[in-house]
């Protein structure tokens, strides 16, 4: 058996998160070079600052400056850094106590190599140049004796109070065993649904089991490209990506001898004449523009048959 | 109190890859039939139903709804989900059973790790102001703690390649594991550095997969199972997210779950440690003496199906006290960066 259709599927996406007084403090502190950490309830310097004790969970607010030289207190070595790693090149993770700190920080040690760097190594932070208040305004650490860059002066008016992570993680999508024949029926322009064998319902486009019975679909059921509308909505409100002026029609079309409408898009009538049990037929792209997908189907439009009578779509609502 | 027990417990085969979706249908449909079938149940007989998996490791947004899918949800199910491992959707049914909201619940996991690159989806647990834009991979957080550890003398490397050769060797007893064989401690050790200090034999392998175990309360547990496991300590604990400032040696979070669920005494224990030292770390910190047999399936070393690992380690432990091979066992589950979140789980059969 051929494996089921696959593909990569990337997924980017920015988090945007309020920072708050105590990690907003840490941030601005970082822009100017200077690392800040904050007085836990036992007395003990937190870096990076907790907004709440850890053991006994009442509120921090007492900050401490502390130095941007510090001593490994644990590593391992990266040899094939992985996307988004602050080096390209192999280094140690680590954790970093810096001087003045009673906990240890995670961040990279450029070390060059694993015989290079031990635990009680002396390490300083590499400052980035262009700093905008984040973790990564230190590149990375390295091997070193010496004082790291002197801190900057303040500038109190422009405090950071929001960070924004950048996620990007790739995956290779699959299509499942069902899904399958309903993608490359779709690349020949024919609309493969699935019936359950409990029910006897059939899916377009069909699932990996029975929703009801939970049980996988076998049969293959070739449908025609005409159905019934069961509903619709008039799209009035414009949004990010959409394709199409508004206002227009989106409606969901039960194709003949499917159990299970989906949604589409409705043209070649007015919205507002648009009416439940409305019969409607495909209107496919070109075909050399034809691939794996439903968007094959360009639209759907009036077919000018009679309407349905309502209790023949009534049970698909 | 109303007392609860694992009653039935399934999993899949742990691959290190499947064709089949994210959403795990594919996986659970099986697994499904063959707990219910064999406890001579059907979707209708069970009162809750509860679940564990992650949208990053999926790729996309509520894959946990698609999943449902393999139930037959129709009429209405009472459903929940938790965005951790399923160890934790089964403290859910089982507070819901004690709470005697249902008789019956059917608890599952699923997780397609090979979709992603799962080094760097991990990331995504941790802190995300001052860790995850550094992208912290789970191996490499990993190879710190397992360091710190050596040089405090709590373990060696040797002492890691031991744990990793256990494991393998159980496992061949083990048809759904992923990884089995007879090493030697040698031959491994001579094998290079992965992410010093750990070899690849100290890692988890990456693990499509996924499993499901019944829980009854009283006297339903005793109709549907000739020998039940009965729950008699179920807790979990977290530690401070803050990695730096924790002693990763050791876990005060398992050391007082395991207090809290009566850890002692017990025959047979699967802990969830990814990682060699990890299981080292455990059996510390849970009180495990040489007398228990720890992981007899080969544990998660030997496959880790991420998001129902955890639960599979509670119905490996049950399957013993079912096959009436033991009497008190414990099961362990893990979530979180480095043995953050721990939850113990102790069962015992009754004559």
Known sequence: MTRPLSAPLDVGFDYTRSTGPTLGRFLTDLRHRRVTGIRGADGRVHVPPLEYDPVTAEPLSEFVGVASTGVVRGWSWIPDPLEGQPLDRPFAWALIQLDGADTALLHAVDAGSPDAITTGARVRARWRAARVGAITDIEYFELSDEPADPPTDASPDNDVTMVVTPVNLHYTHSASPTEDPFLRGLMEGRLIAQRCPACEKVYFPPRPACPTDGVPTTDQVELSDRGTVTTFCIVNVPFLGQRIPPPYVSAYVLLDGADIPFLHLLLGIAPEDVRMGMRVEAVWKPREEWGPTMQNIDHFRPSGEPDAPFDSYSRHL | ?351
């Open chain 2, 1 to 351: 109190m109303r007392e609860v027990a694992v009653v039935g417990f399934a999993q899949t085969p742990c691959v290190r890859e499947t064709d089949g979706t994210t959403n795990g249908v594919e996986m659970l449909v099986p697994i499904f039939h063959e707990v219910l079938g064999g406890l001579g149940l059907t979707k209708s007989d069970i009162g809750f139903w509860c679940s564990g998996s992650s949208d990053y490791l999926a790729g996309r947004a509520f894959s946990f709804v698609s999943a449902v899918d393999a139930i037959g949800a129709f009429p209405p199910i009472a459903e929940s989900h938790v965005e951790m491992d399923a160890a934790w959707a089964l403290y859910e049914a089982w507070v819901k059973l004690l709470c005697g909201e249902a008789d019956t619940a059917l608890v599952y996991g699923f997780g397609k790790s090979s979709a992603g690159q799962l080094r760097r989806v991990l990331a995504m647990q941790l802190d995300p102001y001052v860790v995850t834009p550094l992208w912290p991979d789970s191996v490499g957080l990993a190879g710190i703690q397992a360091r710190m550890g050596i040089e405090a003398g709590l373990w060696d490397e040797r002492a890691m390649a031991s744990v990793a050769a256990r494991s393998r060797a159980a496992a061949l007893s083990n048809p759904l594991a992923q990884l089995s064989g007879s090493p030697e401690v040698d031959e491994l050790l001579a094998d290079e550095y992965f992410v010093n200090p750990l070899r690849r034999h100290d890692c988890a392998p990456i693990t499509d997969g996924a499993a499901t175990i019944v829980l009854a309360a009283g006297d339903r547990a005793r109709e549907l199972c000739e020998r039940p496991a009965w729950i008699t300590g179920f807790e979990h604990r977290v530690d401070s997210p803050s990695l730096g400032g924790r002693d990763l040696t050791t876990s005060p979070s398992a050391v007082a779950a395991g207090k809290a669920a009566g850890a002692e005494d017990v025959e047979v224990a699967e802990l969830h440690a990814p990682f060699t030292h990890q299981e080292i770390l455990l059996r510390q910190a849970l009180g495990l003496g040489d007398d228990v047999a720890v992981n007899p399936s080969g544990g998660v070393l030997a496959g880790n199906p991420m998001f129902s690992a955890g639960l599979a380690r509670i119905g490996e432990a049950a399957r013993r006290i079912h096959d009436g091979s033991a009497s008190r066992v414990l099961g362990h589950a893990t979530s979180g960066p480095l043995l953050q979140q721990n939850l113990v789980c102790v069962m015992e059969g009754r004559e």
